[in-house]
């Protein structure tokens, strides 16, 4: 009996803890026109906004801007960095590499310090390792 009335105790605690994470909605309700309106409810477009001066000639409506997004700069890379060789990884070949954010530094093996990858790398022999 105690077994049910346990049961029956953490049955309710588990219902009213999964009722108060209910979604409310907004108080405000917006309802925007779209040209290709398929849900069968006839939506109108609101009136323009007409000014008038106190002579009683109408203004053509003010034409809104949209507001300008502007793009997050990119993060600017530094062309050297130093690194501890024990941090960097090494390549098949056997040269040494660091990774910052999906660039890549190679290491020049003449002044110990990591250059962001090039093309000119591939032929200069100062970023291939001593033999």
């Known amino acids: 009996m105690l077994k049910k009335w346990l049961f029956l105790f953490a049955f309710l605690i588990a219902a009213l803890m999964s009722c108060s994470k209910k979604a409310v909605p907004s108080k405000t309700a917006v309802v925007i026109p779209s040209e290709n309106n398929t849900s069968?409810?006839?939506?109108?477009?609101?009136?323009?906004?007409?000014?008038?001066?106190?002579?009683?000639v109408a203004i053509a409506p003010?034409?809104?801007?949209?507001p300008v997004v502007k793009e997050k700069p990119k993060p600017e890379f530094p062309k050297v960095i130093t690194v501890n060789d024990e941090?960097?990884?090494?390549?098949?070949?056997?040269?040494?590499?660091?990774?910052?954010?999906?660039?890549r530094y190679w290491k020049n093996y003449n002044d110990g310090k990591?250059?962001?990858?090039?093309?000119?790398?591939?032929n200069n022999p100062d970023f291939k390792p001593p033999k």
Do not use: C, N, Q, W
């Not at 009136?47 to 009683?56: E, F, L, N, T």
């Not at 003010?62 to 949209?66: A, G, I, P, Q």
């Open 40 to 56: 069968g409810v006839r939506v109108k477009a609101p009136a323009p906004v007409v000014k008038k001066i106190d002579s009683g």
């Open 62 to 66: 003010e034409k809104t801007e949209k």
């Open 87 to 103: 941090a960097a990884s090494k390549s098949v070949d056997g040269r040494l590499f660091y990774d910052v954010l999906g660039h």
């Open 114 to 122: 990591y250059y962001l990858f090039d093309k000119s790398m591939y």
